[in-house]
């Protein structure tokens, strides 16, 4: 029988003591910042608020179950998952079933902060996750939007919200500290007076102010069934049933349920949340996911299906799976390394599935320490490199529709032979499936046509100049500036009509972009190519051996040399493409001598 008159602030002081706990069998937290806003302006409204499923958790069992604690800070890179709480021996505790991420979206509103990715900014940038806290724009409780909601909640950082002058923004996190009403009438007075605010906007203010105080103390907000069953296994069943609506409970979530509930030596969260962090460190940084990590682990354990079906993920299977992860986790870590020694990060990567038939090869290859690096084993790392990269250009997609149909039959292949990565052989299964790697005249010319800010244009360039030591941070750079290509700029020299239009055009595809390694990048800035070269190359031989080998015959010393140079170089890696590409089984693609070394600016 469900019960009712559970507070939110009782809810979250049993979560603070660690009586309300994750079981093993949890989700992860995928609920964005909006989402959260939304929560809580449906609790304002007075929405209902939906049922919780509690599992009771007798003292005598608490040990022998692993048990975790909920998101409170969350942040994307450093702090996404539940904190093991350790052993609970002896303890009475309520295991939430059904509404965790509801339970963990208040916790992170009324007891947290969220740190998501800026935009522009690197993984690695200490900067790119600022923290913020939840706020209520007390001079904005008004009306509906044109979306419901009528009361603005947001996550913002604390300093900038306490200059906001537009705003009067109520750390909401605060109201948990309240006693009575008295102490937010005494606030919002303060406030008001600080703010010079007038009289009109206070009543609005108090409403919403009192209102979450009411929705936060006092309201019986939360109704809940609490399922009293010992056996893990009916748990697990339940789970599965309650998870299926709502968000929905990705296989991924589903395997990983079971394989917790079925390793026996160890700890499946643990070392799939760990391996996902491991690898998205590596490099510049990736974005790979657990989706992933599972998907590899079907295809990597010789599991007869590599598809996300709940007969895959039975006992057996499991079994499996955890006898040879040892073996699974060291191929991935080392594919995901070879991916960014060719460059490759979360900007560039545009398939995660591609590194699967990598991570299976290298699987089965159990390739020695020093495969990474050692020269003796350049070519099968350049043979590699040119597979992956092809499978990224084709605009049609070669890693979409039909997935897991393709990687088993890449991996029948692979399995059959391993002594050296079977290119070839994987080309012609990828043909007769459609799915080639050959690239026709139509394909090659949208290649020349692809523009600056494409995520295949890094893997491209890196494909047509091999020699490029892309393990180096390196940029996707305009050769000809981008600035003097500008409308009033090329009507200054003299430039007319058509040639200016043709100019805007191209001035962001391929034949005028070049990878430059990160200090030339800034070096060059807006220099002329004529002048740039001049600085860098002071020697005119290794200057003319960097034009020939990038394919930039004669730079332009104008604008109104541009669509020259740009055409002559279109018709330059266009034969290049075409001889990379084209053919029906594609041969290694092998740069000639190592790269001439760029003078040091330091």
Not at 361 to 368: C, M, N
Not at 530 to 546: C, G, I, P
Not at 583 to 597: D, H, I, Y
Request: proline fraction near 4%; aromatic fraction near 10%; include cysteine.
């Amino acid at each position: 029988m469900y019960q009712s008159g559970l507070t939110i602030k009782d809810a979250l002081e049993s979560v603070s003591k660690n009586l309300y706990v994750l079981p093993a069998i949890q989700r992860e937290f995928v609920w964005r910042p909006e989402q959260i806003c939304r929560l809580f302006d449906s609790l304002m409204q007075g929405y209902p608020f939906g049922t919780f499923l509690f599992w009771k958790v007798e003292p005598e069992k608490s040990a022998q179950f692993k048990f975790y604690g909920f998101v409170q800070h969350y942040h994307a890179r450093d702090a996404a998952h539940c904190p093991e709480l350790g052993s609970l021996p002896n303890r009475e505790l309520t295991a939430v079933l059904d509404g965790q991420q509801r339970l963990t979206a208040l916790n992170i509103g009324l007891r947290g902060s969220m740190a998501i990715k800026e935009p522009n900014k690197w993984r690695t940038n200490p900067h790119a996750f600022p923290r913020r806290t939840l706020h209520l724009d007390l001079l904005a409780a008004g009306g509906e939007d044109e979306e419901g909601e009528a009361f603005s909640f947001r996550f913002i950082e604390s300093d900038k919200a306490a200059f906001d002058e537009a705003s009067l923004w109520y750390p909401v996190p605060d109201i948990l500290g309240v006693a009575d009403n008295s102490q937010l009438s005494e606030w919002l007075f303060t406030k008001f007076q600080e703010r010079g605010l007038g009289k009109d906007l206070h009543a609005g203010a108090s409403r919403a102010l009192h209102r979450l105080f009411n929705v936060v103390h006092t309201a019986p907000n939360l109704t809940f069934y609490t399922e009293k069953s010992q056996e893990l296994d009916r748990v697990l069943r339940i789970f599965i049933r309650m998870n299926s609506g709502g968000t929905v409970l990705s296989y991924s979530d589903l395997l990983l349920s079971i394989a917790i509930a079925q390793w026996s030596k160890l700890d499946a969260r643990q070392e799939i949340h760990g391996l996902v962090d491991e690898i998205n460190r590596i490099g510049a940084g990736f974005n790979l996911s657990k989706d992933f990590v599972l998907k590899a682990g079907l295809m990597l354990a010789d599991i007869a299906s590599v598809g996300f079906k709940v007969e895959n993920f039975n006992r057996g299977n499991m079994g499996v799976l955890e006898g040879v992860w040892a073996d699974v986790r060291r191929a991935l870590v080392l594919t995901v390394e070879l991916a960014a020694s060719f460059g490759l990060n979360e900007q560039t990567l545009r398939a995660d599935s591609a590194l699967l038939p990598v991570a299976y090869y290298l699987y089965k290859r159990k390739p020695a320490a020093n495969w990474l690096t050692h020269p003796s084993f350049a070519g099968e790392r350049d043979t590699i490199r040119s597979w992956l990269i092809r499978s990224l250009l084709k605009s049609s997609g070669i890693w979409g529709s039909g997935l897991d149909t393709l990687l088993t039959a890449l991996r029948d292949v692979i399995r059959e032979d391993h002594d050296a990565f079977p290119a070839d052989q994987l080309e012609k299964v990828m043909a007769g499936r459609g799915k080639s790697l050959s690239f026709g005249p139509e394909e090659i010319d949208d290649l020349l046509d692809m523009e600056y800010g494409d995520r295949r244009m890094f893997p491209l360039l890196s494909l047509l100049y091999p020699f490029i030591d892309v393990r180096q941070l390196h940029h996707v750079d305009h050769f000809f500036p981008k600035s003097q290509l500008q409308r009033r700029r090329l009507e200054r020299v003299g430039c007319d009509h058509d040639t200016i239009d043709a100019c805007l055009a191209v001035r962001d595809r391929l034949a005028n972009l070049q990878l430059l390694e990160g200090l030339l990048n800034v070096s060059k800035n807006d220099s002329l190519p004529a002048d740039w070269l001049k600085a860098t190359f002071a020697d005119e031989v290794q200057r003319q051996a960097f034009l020939d080998r990038h394919d930039l015959g004669t730079p332009p010393t104008s604008a109104t040399e541009f669509m020259t140079f740009y055409n002559a170089r279109r018709e330059r890696i266009r034969g290049r493409l075409t001889k990379l590409l084209s053919r029906e089984v594609v041969e290694q693609a092998t740069g000639p001598a190592p790269e001439l070394l760029v003078p040091s600016l330091s």
